[in-house]
C-alpha cells in the first residue's frame, strides 16, 4: 500500500508492521523514521546494513524470531535496501512475526524494483516514496532555525543555504549544525561568513564535479573546485572518477551504434543510469563523440601519472586539466 511521508500521523501504525521508505531526500527519511518508530523503541531497537543480513540470514532470523521476557515489540531498521532483500523480506511476512515492526530505507529504487512492488502491492506493507525538498519546505526549515536562535536573516542567506543544500534536509542540518556552533556569543551572521562556513569539501562530492565539467557547465565546475579544499587522496579519486565516467560514455556510444537512438542506449544499459541522471548523461553524450572520449581518456591517464610525480603541483595540474575540459570550445553544444 502506498502513502505520502505526511500521512503517516493519519494512520495506526501498529496496525502494520512492514514500512519500506526509498528515495534520495536521506535527511527527510532519518526524521520519519526517528519521530514515528524510534522514539517509541528507545532501546529494543536493532539497525542491520542489508550487506550483514545476506552475509548471514541464520544470524539474523536468530533475532527477529529470538523471544525474551523483556521484550514485547522489536524494532528492525535495514538500511541501503535493494532488490536483494526481497526474499528475505517474503520470508519474515510469511511468518507472520507478531512481535516486529520492521522498516527498510532504501535509496531511489526505480519502477520495476521488485521491492518496491512487493510493498505496494501487499495490503499488510506500507510504501512511503521520499522525494526532494523543495525550496518553500528548506526556506520553512531556515526561517524556523534562525527565529528560534534570534538571529536576522536575509532572504540572499537563506537561497546561499537552500542551493548547498541539494534538495536535502539531511545537508541542510549539517549546514545549520555549523551555525549554530558558530553563532553561539554572536547576534549577528553575515552572508560572508556563511560561505566561508558552509565551503566545506563534502559540499560536492567527485561525481559531481565530474558530471558539470563533462556537461560543459564551466561556471558550475569553477564554483566546486573553488569552494572545496581537495586532499591528495580526493585528487586521485576525482582523477579516476572522470576516468570512470568516460569509459562509461564511451561504452553507451557503443550500444548507440547498436541501438540508433542514444535515449534508448541509455535506458539499456548495465549497472543502469538513474532516472535522475539520465537527461545529464544525455547531455554528456550530445557533447562528447566517441573519439574524443577515448582521446581524452588517453589524457586523463597522463594527467594521473602527472599528479603522481608532482604531488606538490597536484592540485593545480588537476584544476588546471578539470577546467579546461569543462569550457565549451570544440564542443557540439555551443
Not at 591528495?232 to 579519486?237: A, E, G, K, Q, Y
Not at 547531455?283 to 586523463?300: H, P, S, V
Request: a positive charge.
Amino acid at each position: 500500500m502506498i502513502i505520502k511521508h505526511f500521512e503517516l500521523k493519519k494512520i495506526s501504525l501498529k496496525e502494520y508492521s512492514y514500512f519500506l521508505f526509498y528515495g534520495e531526500n536521506e535527511g527527510l527519511k532519518a526524521e520519519l523514521i526517528k519521530n514515528n518508530f524510534e522514539i517509541n523503541f528507545k532501546e529494543k531497537i536493532y539497525k542491520y546494513d542489508e550487506k550483514e543480513i545476506l552475509n548471514s540470514k541464520e544470524n539474523f532470523f536468530n533475532t527477529i524470531l529470538t523471544k525474551s521476557f523483556f521484550e514485547d515489540q522489536k524494532l528492525i531498521i535495514i538500511e541501503r535496501a535493494t532488490d536483494k532483500t526481497k526474499e528475505v523480506l517474503e520470508e519474515i511476512i510469511e511468518k507472520q512475526i507478531n512481535d516486529l515492526t520492521l522498516v527498510l530505507n532504501a535509496g531511489i529504487l526505480e519502477k520495476k524494483s521488485k521491492l518496491r512492488t512487493l510493498f505496494e502491492k501487499n495490503k499488510k506493507t506500507i510504501c512511503i516514496p521520499i522525494y526532494e525538498d523543495n525550496s518553500q519546505t528548506l526556506n520553512s526549515i531556515i526561517t524556523d532555525f534562525f527565529r528560534n536562535k534570534k538571529i536576522p536573516v536575509s532572504q540572499q542567506l537563506i537561497n546561499i543555504l537552500i542551493e548547498r543544500s541539494r534538495g536535502d534536509r539531511k545537508n541542510l542540518n549539517n549546514e545549520l549544525t555549523k551555525i549554530e556552533g558558530f553563532s553561539l556569543d554572536k547576534k549577528n551572521i553575515s552572508v560572508k561568513e556563511i560561505v566561508r562556513l558552509t565551503n566545506l569539501a563534502d559540499n560536492y562530492g567527485a561525481s559531481e564535479l565530474i558530471d558539470h565539467c563533462l556537461a560543459k557547465n564551466t561556471r558550475k565546475t569553477v564554483t566546486i573546485l573553488n569552494e572545496n579544499n581537495y586532499s591528495d587522496d580526493d585528487n586521485i579519486i576525482i582523477i579516476r572518477t572522470l576516468l570512470s565516467k568516460l569509459k562509461r560514455l564511451t561504452k553507451l556510444h557503443e550500444l548507440v551504434d547498436d541501438k540508433d537512438n542514444i535515449e534508448n542506449a541509455i535506458s539499456s544499459f548495465k549497472p543502469p543510469i538513474f532516472w535522475k541522471d539520465k537527461p545529464l548523461v544525455m547531455r554528456q553524450m550530445n557533447i562528447w563523440g566517441k573519439n574524443e572520449l577515448k582521446n581524452l581518456i588517453y589524457k586523463t591517464s597522463e594527467v594521473e601519472l602527472l599528479i603522481k610525480k608532482n604531488s606538490t603541483k597536484s592540485k593545480n595540474i588537476l584544476f588546471d586539466f578539470i577546467i579546461n575540459n569543462s569550457k565549451k570550445i570544440n564542443s557540439k553544444i555551443l
